[in-house]
Structure formats: C-alpha cells, structure tokens
C-alpha cells in the first residue's frame, strides 16, 4: 500500500506556485509522494450533479485547467526531481475539493491566498476554511514560499486538544534537522480561570512557575521520543497573538492548535489560530486535535 501523500492545491497564481515548492519539500523530508490538485467549477450553466459527464471533456475551460496542473507538477519537479508527483483536476468547489483530499493525506499543503475575487485578502477563505475542517495538518505557505531557515516554533497553551500540534512540531523539527522554541504566553485571566483539568492550587501559581509547568507537561512525552530535538522552552505573558506574530519573523515554521482553551466551544478555529494565519512571518501549520476533527 502507498504512503499518504502530501497534497497542494493550486490555482495558477504565483503564490500557488510557493505552495508546490513548500509541499514538494514536505514530501521529501517525509519520503511519501505529492499529489498536485487543482480544483475545477464548471460554468454556471452546466453547475448541476451529472453536468460535467456532459459536456464535452475537450473544452477551452478543461484545457486551462490542465495546464494549470501540469505546470504547477512540472515547477514541483524541478523543485525537488526524487519526490514522485501526480496531478489531478478534480472538479468541484475549491474548498470541498481540498478538504475531501485531506482525508487520504498526511499533510495539505495550501497558500495564503490566491486567485479570484477575494485575493487582496490576508489570507483566503479556502485557506482558512481547510485550517478549520481539513482531517490531516494543514500547512499555509504566506506569501513568498517558505519562511526563514530557523527553527520549529509551537505555540503551547496546555490544552489536549493541542497535543496532536505538539507532537507534529517534533516531528517537523526532527525531519528538518532543526531545533524546536516551544512559546507558551500566559495571561493573569489564564491563571486565576482554574480549568477543570488543572492540578488543585495551579491558578495562585506565580506567572513564571505555571508557564514553566504547561511547558513541562505538554512536551515531556515528545521529548522522550524525539530526544535529538533541541528544545528551547519561553513562557510569557502578554497577547498570544503579537509575541507569537513577533517571535515567527525569526521562524522557519509556526505550529498551532486549531483551537485552545477559552474562547467560543463551537468555533473549529480560534482567535489566535486565525490571527496567525494572518499575520505571521513564515508558514503556519495548524494540526486539529483528534477530537476536534469530524
């Protein structure tokens, strides 16, 4: 049976362009194949379930849409010539299409934004809709490729949804042959809003003792299986959002939950979450927690 492959979707634009060479890397250091996807909506006028059986497979539509997988496999073999690399046009909505992928990946690989009507936008719905719904990591290339050569960094809240994102850090750094900084950012309204799945007397911690704790607790069992990753551990306090944006320009890789502690239950992706997306200064990877994925 063959590895889960890494997939990317693409859309002919440039920044599409970035992802194929970030996800072609990625499926190096993994040693698995990349699938190339390039999602295609028929025009309005044949948008109906059998519509694409229909028309005719030689269209002008059809045809750009072939190119634009071909050129974006070609661009991921030149990037990387041993990875093995298939691409597909799968018709549908972009979004769909991608989440659906995820299920037979071990990463997707998407940019921040590309073509289409919302592409002055920070970071594309598509983007942020596979973040919050995708059924593997998701890794969204900003603009420019890949970030800085630096190390791994994870933002740590303590939360068990957020150790599936603890343990694709280690994972990412021991493939990269990087170190890993492991940021947790605290807040006085963390630490006087006991958790139920807190120690009794946690909250009346001093800042720097219950920082120094979720850091120990959330990495002590990926440390013991990833013993070669060179562990930087920080805890702050402050915004998790402005510390983890700031710490990302020195990053070569930003890893985060989906969704934390506090904030509204209902929502698959959280403030910080989406904020990073935004704003940090090298590739976010956001790896959902085994409960949080339907």
Do not use: N
Request: proline share 5%; net charge positive; glycine share 12%.
């Amino acid at each position: 049976m063959e590895t889960a492959p890494v997939v990317v979707g693409v859309d002919g634009s440039a920044a599409g362009l970035d992802a194929v060479a970030v996800a072609a890397r990625e499926a190096k250091l993994r040693g698995c194949p990349l699938r190339v996807v390039h999602a295609f909506l028929w025009p309005a006028f044949g948008a109906y379930p059998g519509a694409a059986a229909m028309l005719p497979g030689d269209t002008a539509l059809r045809k750009e849409a072939q190119k634009v997988v071909d050129d974006a496999v070609a661009h991921a073999r030149t990037s990387e010539p041993r990875v093995r690399v298939h691409g597909a046009v799968v018709t549908g909505e972009a979004m769909e299409v991608m989440v659906k992928e995820t299920k037979t990946a071990q990463l997707a690989v998407v940019a921040g934004r590309g073509l289409g009507a919302f592409a002055r936008l920070l970071v594309g719905s598509t983007a942020v809709h596979l973040s919050a719904y995708g059924h593997c990591p998701v890794l969204v290339v900003r603009v420019g490729g890949a970030g800085p050569r630096g190390p791994v960094l994870l933002a740590v809240d303590g939360s068990p949804a957020g150790a599936a994102a603890v343990e694709f850090a280690f994972a990412e750094a021991a493939r990269r042959r990087s170190g890993l900084v492991a940021l947790h950012v605290g807040s006085a309204w963390t630490r006087f809003s006991p958790r139920r799945d807190e120690p009794a007397g946690a909250a009346a911690e001093g800042p720097a003792a219950a920082g120094d704790r979720v850091l120990a607790e959330a990495l002590a069992g990926a440390e013991k299986s990833y013993p070669d990753v060179r562990v930087e551990r920080t805890a702050v306090e402050g915004s998790a959002r402005e510390l983890l944006i700031e710490a990302s320009k020195d990053a070569g890789l930003l890893v985060t939950g989906a969704r934390g502690h506090g904030g509204f239950a209902g929502l698959l992706l959280g403030s910080v979450s989406h904020a990073l997306l935004q704003h940090a200064h090298c590739p976010v990877a956001v790896v959902r927690g085994a409960g949080e994925r339907s």
